[in-house]
């Protein structure tokens, strides 16, 4: 079982930037992927980033270029740094995790993860 907590979210005028940061506790074993997924009212969930305990990354187009996704592995803690925010990027943004394994390629799949956070909100005005 995995426990994930996410922070970080707000308020921020568009061209802003904000960092969230996704705490893991619990059995997470060597190989592993997780990923950054939002959600708009209204709107179907889709996954921004993911990365793997390869570090390898995988971006949504929206966000190509504007989001960085990293990793604390000592501090068991994932982050995304969101820059030059927009209207669009408002949602709940949730962290995910597969625990058990590190695909080539980290999805942006919902279904390819099965632990999930509570979300946090970030909220960007024009």
């Known amino acids: 079982q995995v426990q994930l907590v996410e922070s970080g979210g707000g308020s921020v005028q568009a061209g802003g930037s904000l960092r969230l940061s996704c705490a893991a506790s619990?059995?997470?074993?060597?190989?592993?992927?997780m990923a950054w997924f939002r959600q708009a009212p209204g709107k179907e969930r889709e996954g921004v980033a993911a990365t793997n305990s390869d570090g390898r990354t995988n971006y949504a187009d929206s966000v190509k270029g504007r989001f960085t996704i990293s990793q604390d592995n000592t501090k068991k803690t994932l982050y995304l740094q969101m820059n030059s925010l927009k209207p669009e990027d408002t949602a709940q943004y949730y962290c995910?995790?597969?625990?058990?394994?590190?695909?080539?390629?980290?999805?942006?799949?919902?279904?390819?993860?099965?632990?999930w956070g509570q979300g946090t909100q970030v909220t960007v005005s024009s």
């Open positions: 619990g059995n997470i074993y060597r190989t592993y992927s």
């Open positions: 995910a995790a597969d625990p058990r394994t590190a695909y080539l390629l980290p999805p942006l799949d919902r279904g390819a993860y099965n632990s």
